[in-house]
């Protein structure tokens, strides 16, 4: 029951990308579908606009939106790095665009020129939110898919190690979404087999401890507030993140069913200020990516 309903949310709803989503994780299309999708959201520069991350409706090239591709070439499982697609996100990345010498933006200044969420409204270029979101992760992509003799994927290796250094040296460092990004950069650093680059363990200890500290573990504020829940960072009994969060994942798979509305979705607990009616469209847009998140997390834990 709670797969059919989301299933016919998607089909109602969903944006083509999200619907190639869907359509490959449960129903055996392939990953071409998806790819040929994302490419739309691709601009000549290799960056991703058009709203690709739903909560900015900005069309031109930025790091965030350009992060999201990555996180979607990753769910597919998608690694040739003579494709298009990945071939152009390294480019944008080496042309410094929105690059301040340390950090990729985290906002940029022409979101401000399109509905958007207050949180990606900027009043200038040259401020970045100040922490590895999504820079590390960047640094990481690079690193798993740049030329290695290349002046890209030094930069990666010279970022990888600063936002190593800052982690360990900074409690403070405990935005979910930033941690998220560090994980990606454990990830992407493990499967490249650059092992040497950073201390792969000490990195991964650290990770165990912040993604603990993250979870909210009061279960009653999961359905109306902007929590963190499991699924932010893992949806697998197969995760190093696992063994330390056994119970409340586990949960996450009963309060994933209790939670679905009637339409088939779920509640997206945030909201925009201004831009009202595209906020319609993006909550919507949101809606379907929660579902696709949650029925991978249903099914990887053998409950769907």
């Known amino acids: 029951m709670t797969y059919d309903k989301g299933r016919e949310f998607i089909y109602r709803n969903a944006r083509p990308l999200d619907l190639a989503r869907w359509q490959y994780h449960f129903e055996n299309s392939s990953k071409d579908s998806v790819l040929n999708a994302l490419s739309y959201y691709q601009n000549e520069d290799g960056g991703f606009g058009h709203a690709l991350e739903a909560d900015a409706w900005n069309p031109n090239s930025a790091p965030i939106q350009t992060w999201a591709a990555t996180e979607i070439l990753r769910e597919i499982d998608f690694t040739d790095r003579s494709h298009p697609i990945i071939k152009g996100i390294l480019c944008y990345l080496e042309t410094g665009e929105s690059f301040e010498g340390k950090f990729w933006l985290n906002t940029i200044k022409s979101n401000n020129d399109f509905p958007h969420a207050p949180w990606w409204h900027t009043e200038s270029d040259s ?3 100040n922490n590895y979101n999504p820079t590390a992760c960047l640094a990481g992509f690079i690193i798993r898919f740049a030329d290695k003799d290349s002046e890209l994927y030094k930069l990666g290796c010279h970022i990888a190690n600063e936002a190593f250094a800052y982690l360990m040296s900074d409690e403070s460092t405990n935005d979910m979404h930033t ?10 650093i493990e499967e490249s087999k650059a092992t040497d680059i950073i201390n792969l363990a000490t990195l991964k200890s650290k990770l165990i401890e912040k993604v603990k500290n993250c979870i909210t573990q009061d279960t009653d504020k999961w359905a109306t ?6 699924s932010q960072f893992f949806n697998s009994r197969n995760s190093i993140f696992y063994n330390d969060n056994k119970e409340i994942a586990e949960y996450e798979c009963e309060y994933i069913e209790k939670a679905q509305l009637a339409d088939g979705s779920w509640n997206i607990p945030w909201d925009w200020c201004e831009y009202p009616n595209e906020w319609a ?9 929660v579902i696709i998140q949650n029925m991978l997390y249903l099914r990887n834990f053998g409950k769907l």
């Not at 941690?179 to 992407?188: A, D, Q, T």
């Not at 507030?225 to 499991?230: A, F, N, Q, V």
């Not at 469209?281 to 990516?289: D, E, G, L, P, V």
Request: net charge positive; charged share 20%; aromatic share 18%.
């Open 127 to 129: 401020i970045s939110h």
């Open 179 to 188: 941690i998220l990004c560090y994980i990606r950069l454990m990830e992407y």
């Open 225 to 230: 507030s902007y929590i963190c829940k499991p």
């Open 281 to 289: 469209i993006s909550k919507n847009w949101w809606k379907s990516n």
